[in-house]
């Protein structure tokens, strides 16, 4: 409907400007004729409309003049919709008007299609609403990231040593064919305390649950300014090599004395050596020795025990776990050592149940030797048997074994030990 209003006035406005013989012809705006504006609720704008305007040679007065509608209805209330119009004369020929209408938009009818015109001629302001972005997908999207990753920090905290542990007996490679017969060589001060932690604690959870095989040395290992050559036989039968470094380890006098030279013989040793440092003695640890502990860290593995190490899925046994050899697992069990039978070494030493030998425990501990079948039965004799001559009391011979204390030894207790037999015995 507005349309068919706007069309009707345009046509009468034509016809009435048509008569004034002062504008020679028709007018031309200095902007876009189709313009969109986009302004917040609550806001003013300011739309300018600029028409060039041919003047008559005769008179330089024009009775065109810019006037604005919208929806088909002329904007003439000046109070609710004020303008200002100025005109500008560049030239004898042409005059350019300017007219500026201030709208407020105080709700959204006063959004819509706003029109300039002059004589026959209109200009189209389309005025629309301004929406500001909405952040709150954004915000949203990146609380959810935050989330995300701190879980996945939390996850990787408490879980990278399993990763760690499952990705090293998946992919990680066997020290297999070196040559070694242990796979760590645990050095300690024989006092107490290290005593109890590593036959009680260390060496049983090493031994049972990953099954390694552990060479004790509670000697002083640099007693002198070199290596002894004790130190450098054991040391290369192993693996690796555990040093529980206590207060009173850090009492040697290689480590008071020049505790750098001996930690450069330790990395020359042995390949990247365990130290086990005490929580409730680190703050009794001097500054020097921690120092050098912190710049050969790519060199040595440094590992805390603490109050809750004593769990056996603490974060303590699982680091000890991947800084030692990867063990050989079989499905089914196999006598002797894993590593030394995949070396080829037959020795029955080492082969805690040989065939040809008996080793079944004593049948009877508690101190009666009783009557026990012969291990080896010696070939019967072909010779003829002689008649019966007179008797002759022969001496007592002693015995070449002393089994006097047999009765009170029990036997059942080691399940680990070797039969030995002699070559007169085979």
Known sequence: ??????????????????MDPLCSSAPEFKHDRTQSVSVMLGHSVVLTCKASISLNSTNSDCKDHLEWMKGGTPLTNLTIYPQNIKD???????????????????DQADFGVYFCMVRNST????????????HTGAVVASVVLLLVLALAAVVYSKCRLNFKLWYRNIYGEYELNDGKMYDAYISYVNNENDRKFVNFILKPHLENKYSHKLLLNDTNILPGAEPSAELLMNVSRCRRMIVVLSQSYLEQEWCTTNFRQGLWHLIELSRKPIFI?????????????????????PQITTLTWGAHS?????GFWKELALAMPLKVTF??????DPQTLLQGDKDPMLTQQPDYLDCRPDPDPAGDLGLRLPIYKTLPSKAPVLPAGPSVTAE????????????SRSYAARTDFYCLVTEDDI
């Open 123 to 134: 200009a189209q302001f389309n005025l629309k609403e301004y929406k500001s972005p909405s």
């Open 88 to 106: 500008w004369h560049p030239d004898d020929g042409h005059i350019i008007r300017i007219s500026e209408l201030t709208l407020t938009l105080r």
């Open 396 to 407: 007592p011979k002693p015995p070449e074994i002393d089994v006097s204390d047999l009765g």
């Open 277 to 297: 440092i005490f929580q409730s003695q680190q703050k009794q640890m001097s500054q020097d020795i921690s120092h050098q502990l912190k710049q050969h860290q």
């Open 310 to 314: 004593i769990i056996p899925s603490s």
């Open 1 to 18: 409907m507005w349309r068919c209003h706007l069309i009707l006035y345009l046509t009468c406005l034509a016809f009435t400007q048509s």
């Open 331 to 336: 499905h089914r069990e196999s006598a002797g």
